[in-house]
């Protein structure tokens, strides 16, 4: 059964994820842009090395067991780990939007509003990744529960 609950690799998960999401959803302070920046990318930088590592411990792991305890659910898991593909390649846009983001604001200095559009769209973008891999792990405990208790109409 999934120990995603209690591991201490999905401890700190959890926490960088939500240290992520708050950077994200804290406004921004007028002059305080470059700050805002540097806390959204240390957040973020973080959180993409625990879900790396997430994903290669847990999830992975996770999966294998799915398809050991109930083969049916094999295309599920393919569905799976291309959807944890994707995640990463959104993750890494992210990064460079962020990064390229913030090589602008550093090039405004003090006209930082002129990129309130473009930072909120990240932010937006941000947010919608968090609120995806949270549904991934949440699909991942949904099949691993079900490969272990689901009715397979075995008859007598």
Known sequence: MSTATTTPTNHALEETLAKLETAL???VVSGELK???????????TFALDWTRYLNTVL?????QIVQTDPELSSSVE???RNDQTLLDKLAKFHEDLHTLE???EQLEWQENKLAAERQRLEETGIALIVQIKKQRATAE???AESYYRDRGVKD
Do not use: C, D, N
Request: proline residues 4%; without cysteine.
């Open 79 to 81: 569905k799976m780990i």
């Open 103 to 105: 090589q602008r604001a």
């Open 60 to 64: 992975h792991a996770e999966y294998k």
């Open 25 to 27: 959803l804290s406004p």
């Open 35 to 45: 700050g805002w920046f540097t806390t959204v990318r240390e957040a973020a930088s």
């Open 142 to 144: 949904t099949w691993v």
